[in-house]
């Protein structure tokens, strides 16, 4: 199946280290992460699962569940979960998913042929609390991903749904923002009465709203 931006993120019931799930009654009224990882024991997802769980503050405070998913079973993640405490230093504070017959990475389509038949692609979804896909970001197995930047990432989805702005080229929180597009000057005028930097009509440029 191919899931695109704005679809409704495939729901889907699955066991994982944290017990059985429903996915959307998982996520509640909450933004989500979901994430594949290629394989258990491995060194770069051994990595990247202890910097999750290190980071896992950021995206509790941002209101984000977090859960991971590999082709593997649950009882296999419980296992490398033991190595990931001990060589990370953090022990995984979130679900992972046990996907040994495919079928949810099948769902999201993180098995690419070409890439590997046997394992997932490194995937990540971020999904809002309307249950619609906002991001997709596909990376390579050699690859470890960089979750500052999906944390950048939510920070910009976040500001978009709550005040109408877009955010610029390597943007950083409280960094500038944009009037999105469907605002029209009379209606940011109301909105941003010290008015805005516009070098062009169509790039309308503001302080972050707080
Ligand atoms: C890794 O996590 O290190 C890895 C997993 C699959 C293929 C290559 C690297």
New binding site residues.
């Given amino acids: 199946m191919t899931v695109r931006l704005g679809d409704t993120a495939p729901d889907f019931t699955a066991n994982t280290t944290q017990g059985e799930i429903h996915f959307h009654d998982w996520l509640g009224d909450s933004w989500g992460v979901l994430f594949s990882?290629?394989?258990d024991f491995?060194?770069?997802?051994?990595t990247e699962l202890g910097y999750i769980a290190k980071i896992k503050p950021e995206f509790d405070k941002r209101d984000v569940k977090v859960i991971g998913l590999s082709v593997d079973p649950v009882d296999s993640h419980q296992r490398w979960e033991e190595d990931i405490a001990e060589t990370q230093g953090t022990a995984v504070n979130f679900p992972m998913i046990g996907d040994p017959d495919r079928s949810i990475a099948d769902l999201y389509d993180m098995v690419h042929p070409n890439a590997s038949d046997t394992?997932t692609v490194r995937s990540v979804f971020v999904i809002g609390p309307d249950k619609k896909v906002k991001l997709m970001i596909t990376y390579p197995?050699?690859t470890g991903r960089n979750f500052d930047e999906i944390l950048r990432v939510i920070d910009s989805l976040q500001l978009t749904a709550k005040y109408k702005v877009a955010t610029p080229a390597n943007w950083k929180p409280g960094g500038d923002v944009i009037i999105a597009g469907s605002v029209s000057d009379e209606d940011a005028k109301k909105q941003y009465p010290g008015g805005w930097k516009a070098p062009k009509p169509y790039l309308r440029v503001v302080p972050q709203p707080k």
């Fill in positions: 990882h290629p394989k491995t060194p770069v997802c051994t394992m197995a050699s």
